[in-house]
């Protein structure tokens, strides 16, 4: 089996995508109130500063920033996942793998998640474009604002974006994410 190893630099700013296990399920826009439950839950017990995030049908794009002297981010995933899961009502039929049968797990979420350790300003920036596009890019919102599961509001509110900012949805230029 592969070792994953996670780059866990206290205090540090991370971007992550993390999705559902069947691409095709609505579970998170569906169940939203439940995962916002999850986040403010562990959040409360193990602080760390949601920077922007956005919630689609099946995957969650996010930038937290860690405390000083903390790179636990895997430990938060596991707890907001778990939380999740146990929220919503068991389906009537649910295919189990044996390996999750064995850990007790549902086949809600993949177990692997990416992670990204921000930069600098401007990858952090990029970054954050990169989520609050995303709705757009899939074609679930004609334009950024009009998606209401995302920070996107908050940033306009504190003065980050302009509410027009990225036009209207058509095909855009700008350079966002990873390089």
Known sequence: MTTYRRNASP????FFTVNLADRRQSLLV?????????????????QFTLDAIVVLPEHIHAIWTLPEGDGDYAMRWRLIKSRFSRGLPPAPVEHLSRSRLLKGERNIWQRRYWEHTLRDDEDFARHADYIHYNPVKHGHAPNVAAWPF????????EGVYPNDWAGTGGDDDRVFGER
Do not use: P
Request: glycine share 4%; proline share 0%; aromatic share 10%.
């Open 11 to 14: 205090g540090s700013s991370f």
């Open 30 to 46: 569906d169940n939203i109130e439940l995962l916002r439950t999850a986040f403010r839950e562990v959040q409360a017990r193990h």
């Open 150 to 157: 995302s920070s996107f509001a908050r940033m306009v509110r």
